[in-house]
């Protein structure tokens, strides 16, 4: 267990600890929902038409679906890269040197 003898409120810490990671799986949900919504609309591309404005929406769309999933997906990824250095922070080991057994050469 951390050493949270410098947190005011080490119980706040753990619950809060443990709610960024739901929300984080929660927004992981509703991320792979949009993702699916878009890759949905990719598929109605014929739809779109083959007149000018249809292969502009196409190509417009292409660019923005692209730029949507890969910075949804890093938002994503991101959040969990700090939930994940969160709860080891205020649940992890209580030192790391305690885990390390090599010498130090003077």
Same mark, same amino acid.
């Given at each position: ?6 947190? =005011? *409120? =080490? &119980? ?5 600890? +443990? ?8 927004? +992981?949900?509703?991320?792979? %929902? ?5 890759? #949905?609309? %990719?598929? +109605? ?5 083959? *007149? %000018? ?8 769309? &292409?660019?923005? #679906?692209?730029? @949507?999933?890969?910075?949804? +997906?890093?938002?994503?990824? !991101?959040? !969990?890269?700090?939930?994940?250095? @969160?709860?080891?922070?205020?649940? !992890?080991? #209580? #030192?790391? %040197? ?5 010498? @130090? =050469?003077?």
């Amino acid at each position: 267990m951390a050493d949270l003898t410098h947190v =005011p *409120d =080490p &119980d706040g810490a753990r619950t809060a600890a +443990q709610r960024l990671d739901s929300a984080v799986g929660n927004l +992981q949900d509703v991320v792979t %929902e949009a993702l699916n919504l878009v890759k #949905s609309m %990719e598929a +109605q591309a014929p739809l779109f038409g083959g *007149d %000018e404005g249809g292969r502009k929406f196409r190509s417009n769309y &292409d660019v923005s #679906s692209g730029t @949507i999933i890969t910075s949804a +997906q890093s938002l994503v990824d !991101g959040l !969990g890269t700090v939930g994940s250095v @969160i709860n080891k922070s205020v649940n !992890g080991t #209580s #030192s790391t %040197e305690d885990d390390n057994t090599r010498a @130090i =050469p003077s």
